[in-house]
């Protein structure tokens, strides 16, 4: 069962876990809800932990739980995870379909995200990771699915992740492809109009090699700015940021952790990072 994992943090366990039941309700999958404890917390690691953890983890479940109810119910299951928060939370999720985490608060997630987090998942990790910034909309409602690209492998396979999720959540899907004079895909162009022509040419090309059959709501972006600067402006507080974790030509000032340092902190809504390699929600096992 290829899971969907969240790491609750005490102090944003709401709005990682909504977007968490809106992932698991769309893809069908199961929901795991994880909360990592400091080794001080948990008496005896080998004994069902009790105390600050469970209690935490018990209330997230019973609001997950609410939150799966309606038609489309989704299982929801606990754990309570002991040791170093990214490294605990990326071995719970090693066989996940996709693991959320929260920026916000003073808990254990927050101070491992940009480092440990981020690290394991791009040299480690075998999962996607949703990103939810602390000021991200308290809603389930994806409303539109932004994603940039620039023909890397990492890039093709987070635009496959993104039109799957726009397909899931029934909103439109836009891709984006930032431009600068210095990396514009073999163009040779001297007008600024011209080069702006060639880069949404080399995007159709790319959408058509990458997504032979597209979603129906098919928007094009060819902004002329840094990448990083382009999908912040793009990506609306109800929207979902989708990125590979690595890239270049116009993203390859988003790789590693400077992905999520640059991203995640100041985009308004969720940001999902995915590597090449890494399959969608709808292509994964039961």
């Known amino acids: 069962m290829r899971e969907v994992v969240v790491g609750i943090d005490p102090d944003q366990a709401e709005a990682v876990l909504v977007?968490?039941?809106?992932?698991?309700?769309?893809?069908?999958?199961?929901?795991?809800?994880?909360?990592?404890?400091?080794?001080?917390?948990?008496?005896?690691p080998r004994q069902p932990p009790v105390g600050l953890g469970c209690e935490q983890l018990d209330r997230?479940?019973?609001?997950?739980?609410?939150?799966?109810?309606?038609?489309?119910?989704?299982?929801?299951?606990?754990?309570?995870?002991?040791?170093?928060?990214?490294?605990?939370?990326?071995?719970?999720?090693?066989?996940?379909?996709?693991?959320?985490?929260?920026?916000?608060?003073?808990?254990t997630v927050r101070a491992a995200l940009f480092g440990s987090v981020a690290y394991y998942v791009v040299h480690d990790g075998a999962t996607p990771v949703m990103v939810?910034?602390?000021?991200?909309?308290?809603?389930?409602?994806?409303?539109?699915?932004?994603?940039?690209?620039?023909?890397?492998p990492e890039s093709r396979a987070s635009l496959r992740w993104a039109a799957d999720a726009a397909r899931r959540h029934d909103c439109p899907l836009l891709v984006?492809?930032?431009?600068?004079?210095?990396?514009?895909?073999?163009?040779?162009?001297a007008s600024l109009?011209?080069?702006?022509?060639?880069?949404?040419?080399?995007?159709?090309?790319?959408?058509?090699?990458v997504l032979p059959d597209p979603p129906e709501r098919l928007q094009l972006a060819v902004p002329h700015a840094g990448a990083a600067g382009a999908l912040l402006e793009a990506a609306q507080p109800t929207d979902?940021?989708?990125?590979?974790?690595?890239?270049?030509?116009?993203?390859?000032?988003?790789?590693?952790?400077?992905?999520?340092?640059?991203?995640a902190p100041?985009?308004?809504?969720?940001?999902?990072?995915?590597?090449d390699g890494e399959a969608r929600l709808d292509e994964q096992p039961h």
């Open 266 to 275: 100041h985009a308004r809504c969720p940001v999902v990072l995915v590597r």
């Open 60 to 107: 997230a479940m019973e609001s997950a739980r609410t939150l799966c109810g309606g038609p489309a119910r989704v299982e929801v299951t606990g754990e309570v995870l002991t040791g170093e928060t990214g490294p605990a939370l990326l071995a719970s999720a090693a066989d996940a379909g996709l693991l959320v985490v929260g920026t916000g608060g003073v808990g």
């Open 176 to 189: 984006l492809r930032a431009w600068l004079l210095s990396n514009v895909p073999g163009a040779d162009c």
């Open 240 to 263: 979902l940021l989708v990125l590979g974790s690595r890239g270049q030509g116009g993203f390859e000032d988003l790789v590693l952790g400077s992905t999520a340092a640059q991203v």
């Open 132 to 152: 939810v910034p602390e000021r991200a909309a308290a809603d389930t409602a994806v409303t539109r699915v932004v994603v940039g690209v620039d023909g890397s």
């Open 19 to 44: 977007r968490a039941v809106a992932e698991a309700r769309t893809s069908g999958r199961a929901l795991r809800v994880a909360r990592v404890c400091a080794n001080g917390e948990v008496a005896d």
């Open 193 to 209: 109009r011209g080069m702006e022509a060639d880069c949404l040419h080399w995007l159709e090309a790319e959408l058509a090699r």
